[in-house]
């Protein structure tokens, strides 16, 4: 079965930190570009970060550059999203698929809640 499972959300104070895990099942992660997208409560779901095929990363929004960082792990076929110094904004359920037209169902997604 082809799908993605999204883990890792949580609560966490401002300041702190968190690792997403996007597991793929089903095809190999590494043969297509990937991103993590994030929905925050009343917003639109957004593009927060894509790593192709061949490792050329983007970060789509300049509020997490520095902060953020994709990367991917092929021998488990996981991809992660490395998230620091977080603040209230970056509350969102956060997903992981592949990009454009090859995209997935959209999973569950992770919680992260940002809040002292």
């Known amino acids: 079965q082809v799908q993605l499972v999204e883990s890792g959300g949580g609560l966490v104070q401002p300041g702190g930190s968190l690792r997403l895990s996007c597991v793929a099942s089903?095809?190999?992660?590494?043969?297509?570009?990937m991103s993590w997208y994030r929905r925050a409560p009343g917003k639109e779901r957004e593009l927060v970060a894509t790593?192709?095929?061949?490792?050329?990363?983007?970060y789509h929004l300049d509020s997490m550059k520095g902060r953020f960082t994709i990367s991917r792990d092929n021998a488990e076929n996981t991809m992660y999203l490395q998230m620091n110094s977080l603040k209230p904004e970056d509350t969102a359920v956060y997903y992981c698929?592949?990009?454009?037209?090859?995209?997935?169902?959209w999973g569950q997604g992770t919680q992260v809640t940002v809040s002292s």
């Open positions: 698929n592949r990009f454009g037209v090859s995209a997935l169902p």
């Open positions: 089903g095809f190999t992660l590494r043969w297509f570009t």
């Open positions: 790593m192709t095929s061949t490792g050329g990363i983007s």
